[in-house]
């Protein structure tokens, strides 16, 4: 069935440092809809990025990725880690067609000065 | 942007009882969601709605319920709550058209210890 896989439960950066977070997907569809949520400390999780083109960089708060069919990810990106951007991060796919997210386990991320 | 408001915030209840967990949406959306947080398993569905009157299964909905009575409420009832239940409750809403589809606008939270 349809997954999301993120590798990296626990990723720990000074700051300053590049970000890349992991993500790659299964889905039988051909046109999937790509998220990344994010959620900090006693807070909800809400949208950071989305993207349903293919190889086609989005940007949005610093973080940026692209969507690569051809290897089916989606990797989360920032040139520079503040410490702000401790935070859980989850990438989470709508498979073609469906109203439903698919969530993968999440990434910590801890920014350290 | 999306309010979602959820309550209680925190509960405790005892194996057995029954609890329900409560979602209410100012802004209209036709598509809600409750999800649970475990560490190490992320954000799971348990059931979602198109609409008042509706409800459908997630991928965990054993030993839940759920009822949409109007817009803008949705209810997660566990009758028989167990201590495998506790965790955080996430109710979401979403809107059916183009992309609001996708994006979900998360309420605050509701953590749940079952003794």
């Known amino acids: 069935g349809d997954s999301v896989t993120q590798t990296e439960g626990l990723v720990t950066l000074t700051e300053g440092l590049p970000v890349m977070l992991n993500c790659t997907y299964q889905t039988i569809y051909s046109n999937p809809f790509l998220f990344w949520y994010v959620q900090h400390l006693n807070e909800s999780p809400r949208l950071l990025l989305k993207?349903?083109?293919?190889?086609k960089r989005t940007e949005h708060q610093g973080f940026h990725a692209t969507l690569h069919k051809s290897s089916s990810s989606f990797h989360l990106q920032k040139s520079s880690a503040q410490l702000s951007d401790s935070a859980l991060y989850y990438c989470a796919q709508a498979p073609s067609g469906s109203w439903q997210l698919i969530f993968g386990s999440g990434t910590q991320l801890t920014v350290m000065p | 942007e999306a309010a979602v408001t959820q309550s209680p915030r925190n509960k405790v209840a005892v194996t057995g009882g029954k609890v329900t967990l409560s979602c209410n949406q100012t802004?209209?959306?036709?598509?809600m969601y409750w999800y649970r947080q475990d560490t190490g398993h992320g954000l799971r569905l348990i059931h979602y709605s198109y609409g008042a009157g509706s409800t459908e299964k997630g991928d965990i909905p054993d030993g839940y319920k759920a009822s949409r009575p109007s817009q803008e409420n949705f209810s997660l009832i566990l009758e028989l709550a167990t201590p495998s239940q506790t965790s955080v409750y996430f109710c979401?809403?979403?809107?059916?058209?183009?992309?609001?589809?996708?994006?979900?606008?998360f309420g605050p939270g509701t953590r749940l210890t079952v003794l």
């Open positions: 802004n209209n959306h036709n598509n």
């Open positions: 993207s349903f083109t293919d190889n």
């Open positions: 979401a809403s979403g809107d059916a058209s183009g992309w609001g589809v996708y994006e979900q606008y």
